[in-house]
C-alpha cells in the first residue's frame, strides 16, 4: 500500500495558509471577524476529477475545481495563496491516521 504522506511530500510546494483568528462580539451584539495570520505550509494542489467531485456535499461541486493535499492542518474557510492564485477552502477530509488532510477549493476572483 502506498503512504500517501510520502506522495504529499514529494508533490508539494511552499504555499501560503490564512486563516482568521479570534473574533468577538462588539456592545452591540455584532460578530467582528478576527485578524488574518498567514502561515506557510507546504501542499499539493491538483485540478478536481469527476470521480472526486462524487466524495463532496452537493451544494460544493459546482464550486470546487482544486483538490489540495496537505500535511499541515487546513480549515473550511481558509484562504490558500499559491503562484499567486488563491483559493477558499469549501470542504475539508481530515485524515489523522495518514498525517494528512485533503480539502476542496474554490477559486477566489
Keep these: 500500500m502506498i503512504d500517501v504522506a510520502i506522495a504529499i511530500d514529494g508533490e508539494s510546494v511552499n ?3 490564512t486563516r482568521l483568528v479570534g473574533g468577538e462580539h462588539n456592545a452591540d451584539g455584532d ?3 478576527g485578524a488574518p495570520v498567514a ?3 507546504r501542499a499539493a494542489i491538483q485540478p478536481v476529477k ?4 462524487m466524495d463532496m456535499p452537493e ?3 459546482t464550486e470546487a475545481g482544486w483538490m489540495c ?3 499541515s492542518e487546513i480549515l473550511v474557510n481558509d484562504t490558500i495563496t499559491a503562484a499567486g492564485i488563491s483559493y477558499r477552502t469549501l470542504f ?3 485524515r489523522i491516521e495518514g498525517g494528512f488532510y485533503r480539502a476542496a477549493l474554490g477559486r477566489l476572483a
Design 15 to 17: 504555499v501560503t495558509r
Design 31 to 33: 460578530w467582528i471577524e
Design 39 to 41: 502561515a506557510t505550509i
Design 92 to 94: 475539508t477530509w481530515p
Design 50 to 53: 469527476g470521480n472526486q467531485l
Design 69 to 71: 493535499w496537505s500535511r
Design 59 to 61: 451544494g460544493i461541486r
